[in-house]
T-cell receptor
Framework: GAGVSQSPSNKVTEKGKDVELRCDPI?????LYWYRQSLGQGLEFLIY????????KSGLPSDRFSAERTGGSVSTLTIQRTQQEDSAVYLC?????????????FGSGTQLSVL | KQEVTQIPAALSVPEGENLVLNCSFT??????LQWFRQDPGKGLTSLLL?????REQTSGRLNASLDKSSGRSTLYIAASQPGDSATYLC????????????FGAGTQVVVTP
C-alpha cells in the first residue's frame, strides 16, 4: 500500500476483554515497530520486528501484551484482559530495513479506550 | 538508559518568525537522531534524519543540527507559517538498543497569522 495502515482506527472495549490491533506496513518494509502514546505523554516503545522475528520484546508492559508478525508483512498486537490503563493510541511504524539511515513511516494509530 | 528531553514544551510565535526547537539526549552513543511532526489525531511524519556521522541535515525551510558531544540536536524552521503549527518530536536511536527509538515528549508549536 501507499502507507502504513492500522485498523481499527478506534476501539472501545470493556475492562477484561481481549483486543487485537492490526498493522499493515508499507510493502517491502522489513522492519516494523509498535509504540504506545498515552494522553499528554511521549511515545513508549513496545516491540519491533525484523522480518517475522522480534529481537527486542523488552517494551511490552506486561504478559497480557503479545505481538506477532506473519509473512514478513502484517502484524497483530494483542492485549488480553484489558485494563483502563491500557487506554492509549497505539502506533505502528515500518522502515525498509534497520540501517542507520532508514526513516520510520508511521500509521495513523488505533485509539483504544477501555471502559 | 537513553533519556530524551525537549524544551520548551510549547511555543507560540507570529507568522514569519524563525522557530528553534531543542532536543537533548543523555547517551551520546547514537546511530541516528530523527525529527518528526505530529498533527492532532494523526500519526507521525518524518521530517529529517541525521546519522551519527553527520552534523546537520536540511530540507527546504527545515534544518536540523546534531552535536553528539554535548548531547544536543536543534531543529530550525525558517520563516514560520500557520501550517507549521503541530507538535514536533525528536527521537534518538542508541547503539545498545538497536531499533528502539527513544522519543522526547515533544514541543507543541503554534504559529499565529
Amino acid at each position: 500500500g501507499a502507507g502504513v495502515s492500522q485498523s481499527p482506527s478506534n476501539k472501545v472495549t470493556e475492562k477484561g476483554k481481549d483486543v487485537e490491533l492490526r498493522c499493515d506496513p508499507i510493502s517491502g518494509h522489513t522492519a516494523l515497530y509498535w509504540y504506545r502514546q498515552s494522553l499528554g505523554q511521549g511515545l513508549e516503545f513496545l516491540i519491533y520486528f525484523q522480518g517475522n522475528s522480534a529481537p527486542d520484546k523488552s517494551g511490552l508492559p506486561s504478559d497480557r501484551f503479545s505481538a506477532e508478525r506473519t509473512g514478513g508483512s502484517v502484524s497483530t498486537l494483542t492485549i488480553q484482559r484489558t485494563q483502563q490503563e491500557d487506554s492509549a493510541v497505539y502506533l505502528c511504524a515500518s522502515s525498509s530495513d534497520q540501517g542507520s539511515n532508514e526513516k520510520l513511516f508511521f500509521g495513523s494509530g488505533t485509539q483504544l479506550s477501555v471502559l | 538508559k537513553q533519556e530524551v528531553t525537549q524544551i520548551p514544551a510549547a511555543l507560540s510565535v507570529p507568522e514569519g518568525e524563525n522557530l528553534v526547537l531543542n532536543c537533548s539526549f543523555t547517551d551520546s552513543a547514537i546511530y541516528n537522531l530523527q525529527w518528526f511532526r505530529q498533527d492532532p489525531g494523526k500519526g507521525l511524519t518524518s521530517l529529517l534524519l541525521i546519522q551519527s556521522s553527520q552534523r546537520e541535515q536540511t530540507s527546504g525551510r527545515l534544518n536540523a543540527s546534531l552535536d553528539k558531544s554535548s548531547g544536543r540536536s536543534t531543529l530550525y524552521i525558517a520563516a514560520s507559517q500557520p501550517g507549521d503549527s503541530a507538535t514536533y518530536l525528536c527521537a534518538a536511536g542508541t547503539w545498545d538498543s538497536w531499533g528502539k527509538l527513544q522519543f522526547g515528549a515533544g514541543t507543541q508549536v503554534v504559529v499565529t497569522p
